[in-house]
């Protein structure tokens, strides 16, 4: 990030799931929002203004946004390492093909660690085995109190 004047930053999403009411908060520091699927659909989390990277002062810091999770709901937190990385064509998995895989896949009703096995083969067949960033993901499913 030569352009915004330094070389060392850090983004972060933190988020805090409150186990018992079911209500998250998060605030963005240069990362997508975490994405929300309840009832094998997406539901957008409400937009909320991001905050620089860490380590990079631009301005104000982010706000905190919140929302209530429903028995069920399960969130995907990811880095930009599973939706930007480029693949031997020069094509990124994008975040597109990952929130559509995310979402087909938990139609289908399979549990979280096949889903998530299944998503780690496709980003890997998709790069032709060797990733170029780190590659994190999440899953979250709130079961209610």
Avoid at 39 to 66: H, I, M, Y
Avoid at 96 to 109: L, P, S, T, W
Avoid at 117 to 126: E, P, Q
Wanted: glycine share 12%.
């Amino acid at each position: 990030m030569e352009h915004l004047g330094t070389t060392r930053y850090v983004t972060a999403l933190i988020a805090d799931l409150n186990l018992r009411t079911g209500r998250l908060k998060w605030v963005s520091h240069g990362r997508h929002p975490p994405v929300r699927i309840r009832d094998g659909r997406l539901v957008d989390l409400p937009v909320c203004q991001p905050g620089s990277p860490l380590g990079v002062d631009l301005g104000p810091g982010a706000t905190v946004s919140e929302e209530q999770l429903h028995p069920g709901d399960r969130l995907v937190l990811f880095t930009y390492g599973i939706t930007e990385t480029h693949g031997p064509g020069g094509d990124e998995f994008g975040l597109d093909r990952f929130v559509n895989f995310i979402v087909r896949h938990d139609a289908e009703g399979l549990p979280v660690p096949e889903a998530l096995r299944r998503l780690i083969h496709s980003i890997l067949d998709y790069h032709g085995g060797a990733l170029q960033d780190d590659a994190t993901v999440l899953f979250v499913e709130w079961h209610g109190p």
